[in-house]
């Protein structure tokens, strides 16, 4: 027992000392690792269009850098554009054009910062810790990441015809002002634009409203493709016309009737593949009012009983029927009145008559509008 104490000590010695060189080791200092500097990724779905002088550009600012980390190191996004023939690369834009608009963006929301909850402590310094953070943070004046933006840029006269195309691209910067990936390019043309058209004919029916305007005449260049988008003037939005029209004529399903309708054109030069359109052209409007009937029930059957005859007939297609009205005369008199006081709903009606009577019946439907059906085609019957 005792040799093998002895011969464990040193043991034990050894493994003191050796833990006594490693916690050394652990504090040691060494150099200063380099600052974390993350660069936003490229902003998306860049698309312009230019109507008239003005060019609409629209851009989703990046959410997250370029290492895939998310939120980004965002500040704000610029916008740069360069006058050029194309084809023209996002590196060429950004180097030799100019900035034709800056994005600012709101900073992201602190993820440990939580919503307040309903029977909150108001009196917690949890919740006055909270307070005081928002406090603190800069008033929001720009867009939040991973949102849409607009811009609009000019067109001077000058400018227009000086070159072929105007291509656009976008970066974001980070708070060491360091840019990030840059976006795709996209192009418009700086041909003149197409004549303003006139103002747009509005006519409509039971199922559509129809927009029609004079065509458009080409200019000297062969090489142009002419087409047409429809707009509302009321609202900011994309034009009606998923894709350019080449027919002077649109035609919009969206009936709804005592519903405003306004509708303007405006006239789109195509030229190797890139697109200008013409200034909007004065809006039409049209109230659109249900004065169509619905078309005469068919079908119509009779079947005799003692003292009644009964009525069937088809049901209506109208999608805003109110019902049917039922007419009868029974002989010696020809001319047919109404027999229910109000539209019936049902296909069915059983009329109570003196026994050998012989009666003549039509149908007649009629719409939520009060608009009425002609009558449909007569039939007869004596009841038994």
């Given amino acids: 027992m005792r040799r093998s104490a002895a011969i464990s000590l040193p043991v034990c010695a050894g493994l003191v000392v050796s833990a006594a060189a490693l916690c ?3 504090g040691k200092k060494g150099p200063p690792l380099p600052p974390l500097n ?39 996004v610029d916008v740069y554009a360069l006058s050029a023939a194309p084809p023209v690369t996002p590196d060429e834009v950004f180097r030799h054009g100019r900035k034709v608009a800056t994005i600012l963006v709101n900073p992201p929301r602190d993820p440990d910062e939580s919503p307040d909850e309903p029977g909150d402590d108001r009196g917690s ?20 990441q991973g949102t849409g933006a ?50 747009p004919t509005v ?23 002419l087409a047409y988008h429809v707009y509302e003037p009321k609202t900011t939005g994309a034009p ?5 029209v080449t027919e002077p004529r649109f035609v919009d399903k969206r009936i709804e009737w005592g519903a405003e309708r306004c509708y303007a054109v405006r006239t789109v030069k195509i030229v190797a593949g890139l697109s200008v359109e013409s ?17 005469a029930p068919t079908g119509l059957t009779a079947v005799a009983s003692p003292g009644a005859i009964s009525l069937l007939w088809d049901a209506s297609t109208a999608t805003d ?17 109404p027999v229910t006081p109000s539209p019936i709903q049902e296909t069915t009606f059983t009329d109570q008559v003196m026994p050998g009577a012989h009666a003549t019946y039509a149908v007649q439907a009629m719409d939520k509008s009060g608009n009425a059906s002609p009558l449909s085609s007569p039939i007869q019957e004596t009841a038994r």
Wanted: with cysteine.
């Fill in 24 to 26: 050394v080791a652990c």
């Fill in 38 to 76: 993350q660069l936003p990724a490229a902003p998306t779905a860049l698309v312009a269009e230019r109507r008239g002088s003005t060019v609409d550009v629209r851009l989703i600012v990046p959410a997250t850098n370029t290492d895939g980390t998310r939120p980004a190191d965002l500040t704000r």
């Fill in 125 to 144: 310094d949890e919740k006055r810790s909270r307070d005081a953070k928002r406090r603190s943070r800069p008033e929001a004046q720009g867009v939040d």
């Fill in 150 to 199: 607009q811009l609009h840029d000019r067109i001077d006269a000058a400018e227009a015809g000086s070159a072929p195309a105007r291509t656009y691209v976008g970066v974001g910067f980070n708070k060491r002002g360091r840019r990030g990936a840059l976006s795709t390019a996209t192009a418009v043309s700086l041909l003149e634009a197409p004549p303003r058209p006139s103002t």
């Fill in 203 to 225: 006519a409509y029916d039971e199922t559509s409203i129809t927009v029609t305007w004079p065509e458009a005449v080409p200019d000297t260049d062969a090489e142009q493709t």
């Fill in 240 to 244: 009606l016309t998923e894709r350019a």
């Fill in 279 to 295: 200034d909007l052209s004065e809006a039409a409007c049209v109230t659109p009012a249900d004065t169509f009937p619905p078309a």
């Fill in 321 to 337: 029927l109110a019902g049917y009205v039922v007419f009868r005369a029974i002989a010696p008199a020809t001319s047919l009145t």
